[in-house]
């Protein structure tokens, strides 16, 4: 529904985590960007800047960009005269000291640069990738990961990511769902505030914060058919419900900047959007930091088709809000003389430069522009040392990341864990041991070699028990040929249980440009999987993905799969953890998982239809008039494979049935913050033989509003951790937060409607109770 802060941060305090409460009281306001004093040095400085200074601080170069031959490849006069701001890609103490020194020696105002990276799911020390990080459910582990990424980065001078990015992926075939949190706007919107929380920390003039960047903006992850780059168009009342929310928390923790999109929305470029970048993003939600184009995207504005030219794209972004221009090269080019023409006014310039000037005021980068240059940075290797607590925290991340999917049984017991018994394991797949695929797509500076593979760390565990392991890497990620096959389904045969190691490749076939027609498992992999599974040896299918797959043969003749996304530097010994039951799985699905590429897009939280298939069995054909006429496939079920916030654990939980403090609210009194919220609880007790953790979802539902709404959408999540046979009492409060939406006057508020809410363990499973909303 609307923009929840206030009940995010509750939520963050409720969530399990190692991170001490006092970090926790430092985050709750996040870094001012409205320092009268920062603002003052802003008025003096720009009473001295030309023009052309002004616009030398909205140039963003690239490294790529600076080359011999390139339009840039003079950065460095550039950069000693002031004509650019910031610089992407350059990366070292060392290096961005030395570019620093020009800018802040030679130029005449001794303004200084910003260098920014995109640091996605880590520096040096690379976790999960983003989708997996999300499918934890538990912001705080997200933040002290953003932590570390920045304490790394700021060390090599990089104090601007171009992340989080929090767009609303709903649609599989798009490559850069991995990249997000999934599809709900809630779970999403938690996610976002944590990555700025993460990376600016308390204050943003400490030197170890780097300045978020939150993209894009908005409506990238709506492309149309998951084409990456394609055009989006929906209603406003969908844009507010379910896409700006995730940007909306971002700003409310304190965000920085923010990154436009590379879409048109409506048939306005986003970059070029002066209802999203002004409209909504300054006056209604009061953001004060930067606003950075995408690569390239103020120029491609000409084959969008709304400008002719370079000086036409450069004046249609400038007067739209946007303030940096990265790597279009229009505003460096076109801006100084479309001002003296008098096509922009130059007061926009002036705003935009105090955008830029404002940050790099509050990042302290006018009084400490340099980096310290540690003698003892690298190790005998050639490559920086990892932190052992960091590294140990990574393997948390992707222990708590992996989703169980399926654990069916294998001789009488549950599949996994494997127990003493299984004395030979055959490894199978392209990925059982690929070092660099484990890091997934936008690995910044983090180095293969410092990647645990699966075999590697299945290995050390199986021999130190005198156990054996019988390797066979069967075929390659994206292949027709089959001369691997026959070691493989031979070293089925002779284990007592099969790992298959199954998946995508990490750089070319997910994040972006990654989008697919098809989300089988690529190349002969299937065929691999089916001609080990008629061994009729027990086969556990490890997914690794930057998105979901389809895995519908797999859910009907393997019995166990555990998605493992791309899950960092740790990947083997987290994996090795869980499958032996160190740690038992936890994490849920963020996003739906089809049965076949024709649901897409695809999302638990839709709206219903007038002739909805409830009670109709579609796994067949229809068979009669009264089965067809339904909102449904012919030949396929409506529903997920696996739904969202769906995930096994080697435990089992239960719910108690729902108690409501009340079962009536008043819709007047929720708008006018005078009347009481509902408290809604069950209690979950672990049936099972073990410990674990489990993630209590609650979900809502209104009928009888102004405007149809969807059929669940999540409020709220707890995670809780049960030994055997214990209980706990789990309670969420329901109030105006939840409750309000974008009405048919487009007013964000409460109606009087009947309300259904559950509390359970996924989307399509809990308990539920009904109360009603009146006047």
Same mark, same amino acid.
């Given at each position: 529904m609307a923009s929840k802060t206030r009940l995010l941060c509750v939520l963050l305090l409720a969530i399990t985590s190692t991170w001490p409460l006092c970090f926790l009281r430092a985050q709750e306001q996040p870094p001012r960007l409205d320092d009268p004093a920062i603002e003052q040095r802003i008025d003096k400085l720009l009473g001295q800047m030309t023009l052309e200074e002004k616009v030398g601080q909205l140039v963003h170069f690239a490294d790529s960009s600076t080359g011999p031959g390139s339009p840039h490849s003079n950065y460095r006069e550039q950069a000693a005269q002031g004509n650019v701001?910031?610089?992407?890609?350059?990366?070292?103490?060392?290096?961005?000291?030395?570019?620093?020194?020009?800018?802040?020696?030679?130029?005449r105002l001794h303004i200084p640069l910003l260098f920014a990276l995109d640091v996605i799911h880590g520096y040096h020390t690379i976790f999960p990738v983003p989708l997996a990080m999300a499918s934890t459910w538990d912001p705080l582990l997200v933040e002290r990961a953003s932590r570390i990424a920045a304490k790394e980065a700021t060390g090599e001078g990089i104090r601007w990511t171009f992340s989080p990015m929090v767009d609303i992926a709903r649609d599989a075939r798009w490559g850069r769902i991995v990249e997000g949190a999934g599809e709900d706007p809630y779970l999403g919107s938690a996610m976002a505030a944590a990555y700025?929380?993460?990376?600016?920390?308390?204050?943003?003039?400490?030197?170890?914060?780097?300045?978020?960047?939150?993209?894009?903006?908005?409506?990238?992850?709506?492309?149309?058919?998951g084409r990456d780059y394609n055009s989006v168009d929906m209603s406003e009342r969908m844009l507010r419900q379910v896409y700006l929310p995730p940007f909306h928390a971002a700003v409310e923790?304190?965000?920085?900047?923010?990154?436009?999109?590379?879409?048109?929305?409506?048939?306005?470029?986003?970059?070029?959007?002066?209802?999203?970048?002004?409209?909504?993003?300054?006056?209604?939600?009061?953001?004060?930091?930067?606003?950075?184009?995408?690569?390239?995207?103020?120029?491609?504005?000409?084959?969008h088709g709304i400008a002719v030219d370079g000086k036409t794209a450069a004046r249609k972004a400038i007067t739209a809000g946007l303030d940096v221009d990265l790597e279009s090269d229009v505003f460096s080019h076109d801006l100084a003389e479309l001002v003296r023409s008098g096509a922009v006014p130059e007061s926009a310039v002036d705003q935009a430069a105090r955008h830029v000037l404002r940050i790099k005021f509050a990042l302290g980068l006018f009084d400490h522009p340099y980096v310290p240059e540690p003698s003892a940075q690298l190790s005998t290797a050639g490559k920086p040392q990892l932190d052992p607590a960091d590294v140990e925290f990574a393997r948390t991340v992707a222990e708590r990341s992996f989703?169980?999917?399926?654990?069916?049984?294998?001789?009488?017991?549950?599949?996994?864990?494997l127990g003493p018994e299984v004395h030979t394991v055959a490894l199978i797949g392209p990925l059982a041991d690929g070092a660099a695929d484990m890091l997934g797509p936008w690995r910044a500076r983090g180095n293969a070699a410092d990647a645990v593979t699966l075999r590697t760390a299945l290995t050390s565990r199986m021999q130190q028990s005198g156990?054996?392991?019988?390797?066979?890497?069967?075929?390659?990620?994206?292949?027709?040929?089959?001369?691997?096959?026959?070691?493989?389904?031979?070293?089925?045969? !002779?284990?007592?249980?099969?790992?298959?190691?199954?998946?995508?490749?990490?750089?070319?076939?997910?994040?972006?440009a990654g989008s697919r027609a098809h989300l089988d498992l690529p190349g002969n992999q299937q065929q691999l999987l089916e001609a080990v599974a008629a061994t009729r040896k027990p086969v556990v299918l490890i997914v690794f993905s930057g998105r979901p797959l389809i895995l519908t043969w797999a859910a009907g003749h393997v019995p166990a799969i555990l998605q493992a996304w791309f899950p960092g530097v740790q990947a083997g010994p987290a994996l090795v953890r869980t499958l032996f039951g160190d740690v038992s799985p936890s994490g849920k699905l963020t996003v739906s998982?089809?049965?076949s590429v024709g649901q897409e897009p695809l999302y638990y939280d839709a709206l219903n239809t007038g002739r909805p298939a409830d009670g109709i069995d579609l796994s067949r054909p229809p068979s009669n008039n009264g089965e067809k006429y339904h909102s449904r496939y012919v030949d396929e079920p409506n529903a997920a494979l696996f739904p969202f916030g769906y995930g096994l654990s080697y435990t089992k939980f239960s719910y108690s049935p729902l108690e409501l403090s009340t079962s009536q609210l008043s819709a007047s009194g929720l708008n006018q913050k005078t009347a009481r919220a509902l408290r809604v609880s069950t209690t979950v007790s672990n049936t099972g033989s073990r410990s674990g953790e489990e993630i209590v979802e609650l979900y809502l539902?209104? !009928?009888?509003?102004?405007?149809?709404?969807?059929v669940k959408q999540l409020e709220g999540f707890r995670k809780v951790t049960l030994a055997a046979g214990e209980s706990k009492r789990v309670e969420f409060t329901v109030g105006r937060d939840e409750l309000v939406f974008w009405n048919i006057d487009m007013q964000d508020l409460v109606e009087p409607a009947n309300a259904t809410v559950w509390i359970g363990p996924s989307s399509a499973e809990g308990e539920s109770a009904d109360f009603v909303i009146g006047m």
């Open positions: 701001g910031s610089f992407e890609n350059i990366t070292g103490a060392a290096e961005t000291n030395a570019l620093q020194k020009l800018a802040v020696e030679k130029s700025v929380r993460g990376y600016q920390g308390a204050r943003l003039d400490d030197p170890q914060s780097m300045l978020a960047c939150v993209k894009h903006f908005v409506g990238y992850g709506a492309a149309e058919a923790a304190g965000t920085g900047s923010v990154m436009s999109a590379f879409n048109s929305l409506n048939g306005v470029p986003a970059v070029s959007n002066w209802f999203t970048l002004t409209h909504i993003l300054r006056q209604e939600w009061g953001f004060q930091g930067i606003v950075i184009s995408d690569y390239g995207s103020i120029r491609e504005t000409i084959p989703v169980l999917l399926k654990n069916g049984e294998s001789g009488g017991k549950a599949t996994l864990p156990r054996q392991v019988l390797y066979a890497k069967g075929t390659e990620i994206l292949t027709a040929a089959d001369n691997g096959f026959a070691e493989a389904v031979a070293a089925a045969k !002779r284990a007592d249980v099969v790992l298959m190691a199954l998946g995508e490749d990490s750089l070319w076939m997910t994040g972006e998982m089809p049965r539902r209104l !009928r009888g509003t102004s405007i149809a709404l969807p």
